[in-house]
């Protein structure tokens, strides 16, 4: 976010914070459980949210040398993403086109990925080196069996892969900037390219994916469920929300931004006062916190509309100074809250929306964004409810 955008953001909080106000969304909105439950809902996801459009994957600090890769299973397709020795980010199917092994798993630096099964090798760019066996594929289309492409992109320090194959005659490289609208400038002024990765934590609970999403895009239950935790820092319900196409933008206040109300508001930095969320469609939570970078990233399970993998990543500046106990504390946290606080009421939560004895729930006007979120997975889907 540039000063400008700050600055305005700013003079919304404590007009909020003055006036006991918050952004509201045009209208409640009614949203059946069994977009948390049902079976069919989540493979009319996984086809249109997830294996139809970018999914981001991470800060391109997670790649950041010629042969660093990076392998996951995104909604049911295994992904193998690579920074070739040309520099450029390439995404594949991690499935040997012999008879379907991964050829690479989580994360690390390759000049070439051996197929674990019966060793056939594989450039960063790809193609397929050769077979192991000469006599028993003698004749076999070697070059016409790379591994499968998928589109991909490196942008504004993000990266992007959709995950389906290249369709015939399509650019192999992604366009997220339409998409993303003022959020790609937002990101741009973040210069996200700098910041290395600090840690990166996995669990699976037994949750729906767009809980773990919704989870982030309310300031409502802050002082409630994080009475202990963060509760203190922040001003609960009370937030700006900025929708940019499916993808949208919330800022909250911690309650240090007081301190600010002397100064003329040429002087003010709102920067270690607020808080921005940014919601990048479908899946990610990318939270630019007072001096690093927190992503989430919720994945739907396999089989199980209640179950899902989520994923935590730190990424913190290159110049600090700070220890790395400082960054720990960080993750703690961020787990301590989320993990131990949001995601076990969650677990109770979709129990009883798989228990049918309700219908709906219900998001208020003072949750724009949550509004927003589950308004763009209905546009995106095509669906009414
Ligand atoms: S499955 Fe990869 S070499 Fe056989
Ligand atoms: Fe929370």
């Known amino acids: 976010?540039?000063?400008?955008?700050?600055?305005?953001?700013?003079?919304?909080?404590?007009?909020?914070?003055?006036?006991r106000?918050?952004?509201?969304?045009?209208?409640?909105?009614?949203?059946?459980?069994?977009?948390?439950?049902?079976?069919?809902?989540?493979?009319?996801?996984?086809?249109?949210?997830?294996?139809?459009?970018?999914?981001?994957?991470?800060?391109?600090?997670?790649?950041?040398?010629?042969?660093?890769?990076?392998?996951?299973?995104?909604?049911?397709?295994p992904v193998l993403l690579v920074r070739g020795a040309d520099g450029t980010v390439r995404a594949f199917a991690n499935i040997c086109r012999h008879r379907g092994a991964p050829v690479a798993q989580g994360c690390g630096n390759a000049r070439a990925f051996v197929c674990p099964y019966h060793g056939w090798t594989y450039d960063?760019?790809?193609?397929?080196?050769?077979?192991?066996?000469?006599?028993?594929?003698?004749g076999f289309d070697v070059a016409g069996h790379g591994l499968v492409r998928l589109p991909a992109v490196e942008r504004h320090g993000l990266l992007f892969a959709r995950p389906s194959p290249l369709a015939e005659g399509e650019?192999?490289?992604?366009?997220?900037?339409?998409?993303?609208?003022?959020?790609?400038?937002?990101?741009?002024?973040?210069?996200?390219?700098?910041?290395?990765?600090?840690?990166?934590?996995?669990?699976t609970p037994r949750i729906n994916w767009k809980f773990a999403v919704d989870t982030f895009l309310e300031g409502y239950h802050i002082p409630h469920l994080h009475r202990k935790t963060i509760a203190p820092y922040f001003i609960g319900n009370v937030g700006t929300f900025d929708g940019a196409g499916l993808h949208g933008r919330m800022c909250v206040a911690r309650t240090s931004i007081d301190a600010l109300r002397p100064l003329p508001e040429g002087e003010r930095n709102?920067?270690?006062?607020?808080?921005?969320?940014?919601?990048?469609?479908?899946?990610?939570?990318?939270?630019?916190?007072?001096?690093?970078i927190e992503v989430w990233r919720a994945f739907p399970d396999r089989d199980?509309?209640?179950?899902?993998?989520?994923?935590?990543?730190?990424?913190?500046?290159?110049?600090?100074?700070?220890?790395?106990?400082?960054?720990?504390?960080?993750?703690?946290?961020?787990?301590?809250?989320?993990?131990?606080?949001?995601?076990?009421?969650?677990?109770?939560?979709?129990?009883?929306?798989?228990s049918g004895a309700v219908d709906e729930v219900v998001y208020g006007?003072?949750?724009?964004?949550?509004?927003h979120f589950h308004a763009s997975i209905r546009s995106a889907l095509g669906v009414a409810a």
Not at 174 to 191: E, F, H, P, T
């Open 304 to 354: 199980d509309p209640g179950r899902c993998e989520v994923e935590l990543a730190i990424y913190k500046p290159h110049d600090t100074d700070k220890p790395d106990a400082y960054w720990e504390k960080n993750r703690d946290i961020a787990i301590r809250t989320v993990l131990e606080e949001d995601f076990p009421l969650g677990e109770r939560m979709q129990i009883g929306f798989e």
């Open 171 to 203: 650019s192999a490289t992604l366009d997220v900037d339409g998409d993303l609208g003022l959020i790609a400038q937002d990101l741009a002024a973040l210069d996200l390219a700098t910041y290395p990765l600090h840690s990166v934590d996995r669990v």
């Open 270 to 292: 709102f920067r270690p006062h607020v808080i921005s969320i940014y919601q990048l469609f479908p899946n990610t939570i990318v939270i630019w916190q007072v001096d690093h």
């Open 21 to 77: 106000t918050t952004d509201l969304a045009d209208a409640i909105f009614h949203n059946r459980v069994s977009a948390y439950a049902s079976r069919e809902r989540a493979a009319l996801e996984r086809d249109r949210l997830f294996r139809s459009r970018p999914i981001f994957m991470g800060l391109s600090t997670r790649l950041p040398k010629p042969g660093d890769y990076l392998a996951e299973d995104v909604a049911g397709l």
């Open 124 to 138: 960063t760019a790809g193609k397929l080196l050769g077979t192991t066996d000469k006599v028993g594929f003698a």
């Open 1 to 19: 976010m540039n000063k400008q955008e700050q600055l305005a953001v700013g003079r919304r909080l404590l007009g909020h914070i003055d006036g």
């Open 365 to 371: 006007r003072n949750e724009p964004s949550l509004v």
